[in-house]
């Protein structure tokens, strides 16, 4: 029989980084606009560097967005992987009783145990 194992706390872990990663790119948004704010526009070229940092910072919500959705997505698939192994535990902790068979016969092989759905 093939073992595996899935490290989901390890991805719930990364899940929450990269929580935190979006919080802070949806702050870093609020900053690069105050930037764009204080530059003096009656410069052309200041006022050339506004509408980029302006620009840039119109960017930052689409991948802080994008971070925020792997992040549930890692979070939601870690919770997969760990329901799987609590029901294949689970299924292994109780007998299956094959057709024709008693708890006692059951009993004296311990092998008959298989993954019930």
């Keep these: 029989m ?3 194992s ?4 390890e991805s719930r872990t990364r899940a929450a980084s990269l929580k935190s990663v979006g919080g802070a790119l949806g702050s870093f948004e609020g900053r690069l606009l105050s930037v764009a704010n204080a530059l ?6 200041m006022a050339a560097l506004k509408t980029r940092v302006r620009t ?3 960017g930052v919500p689409p991948i802080a967005a994008k971070v925020n959705a792997a992040s549930s997505a890692l979070d939601e698939i870690a919770g997969f992987y760990e329901n799987a192994d609590q029901v294949s535990h689970r299924s292994f902790e109780r007998p299956v009783l094959r057709a024709g068979s008693t708890a006692a016969s059951s009993e ?4 008959t145990y298989k993954t019930v759905k």
């Design 6 to 9: 899935v490290q989901y706390h």
């Design 56 to 58: 840039l910072a119109g």
């Design 2 to 4: 093939a073992k595996y």
């Design 108 to 111: 004296a092989r311990p092998n």
């Design 40 to 45: 003096d526009g009656g410069d052309s070229s």
